[in-house]
Antibody
Framework: EVQLVESGGVVVQPGGSLRLSCAAS????????MHWVRQAPGKGLEWVSA????????YYADSVRGRFTISRDNSKNSLYLQMNSLRAEDTALYYC?????????????????WGQGTLVTVSS | SSELTQDPAVSVALGQTVRITCQGD??????ASWYQQKPGQAPVLVIY???NRPSGIPDRFSGSRSGNTASLTITGAQAEDEADYYC??????????FGGGTRLTVL
């Protein structure tokens, strides 16, 4: 059974930093690209970032580019999101999601499995 | 603003058929995938590629595409289908993008 378990969400002040983690199990982690998707309270889903199976290629939404960094450690079956210069509008539930393919840019990919999310609140 | 447009809310009578649509230029080139999200839960994949369902998704869910519009059809809607539904495809840069979501109410 595929499991994705996010952690690291807390209350942080504007301008602060945070690192989210996602522990994966139940599948061959380094066969798949991975994503972070967020959902602000009462709002829709927003794709945040993606990373290829080997970590060599990373992609970001315009809203987080230059502030967030996605990474992975295939030896630990783990995905990370380093979040810097946090803003109130970054407040959201952050989901880790498994792609169906090794590269997030390959046509036809989709989000096979999702974690339950970790809540990030940016507030003074 | 999203490059994929969905109606904010749709309703359907119990047992009837409902179509949820998603419009965007990228849909001319890419298939949409569809996700169901119930309150307090993570999204779940219900349709991917041309019209494929993951295991465990009832066959009353189906997908289609025509021009720049993708559709999710529920044939014989059940009370448990009441949820938010999101389409996903690509933006003009090739990044993933979600539609704004459609809240489905089963009457």
């Amino acid at each position: 059974e595929v499991q994705l378990v996010e952690s690291g969400g807390v209350v942080v002040q504007p301008g602060g930093s945070l690192r989210l983690s996602c522990a994966a199990s139940g599948f061959t982690f380094d066969d798949y690209a991975m994503h972070w998707v967020r959902q602000a309270p009462g709002k829709g889903l927003e794709w945040v970032s993606a990373i290829s199976w080997d970590g060599d290629n990373t992609y970001y939404a315009d809203s987080v580019r230059g502030r967030f960094t996605i990474s992975r450690d295939n030896s630990k079956n783990s995905l990370y999101l380093q979040m810097n210069s946090l803003r109130a509008e970054d407040t959201a539930l952050y989901y880790c999601a498994q792609d169906s393919l090794a590269s997030p840019y390959t046509p036809g990919g989709y989000f096979q499995h999702w974690g339950q999310g970790t809540l990030v609140t940016v507030s003074s | 603003s999203s490059e994929l447009t969905q109606d904010p809310a749709v309703s359907v009578a119990l047992g009837q058929t409902v179509r949820i649509t998603c419009q965007g230029d990228s849909l001319r080139s890419y298939y949409a995938s569809w996700y169901q999200q119930k309150p307090g839960q993570a999204p779940v994949l219900v349709i991917y590629d041309k019209n494929n369902r993951p295991s465990g998704i009832p066959d009353r869910f189906s997908g289609s595409r025509s021009g720049n519009t993708a559709s999710l059809t529920i044939t014989g809607a059940q009370a448990e289908d009441e949820a938010d539904y999101y389409c996903n495809s690509r933006d003009s840069s090739g990044n993933r993008v979600f539609g704004g979501g459609t809240r489905l109410t089963v009457l």
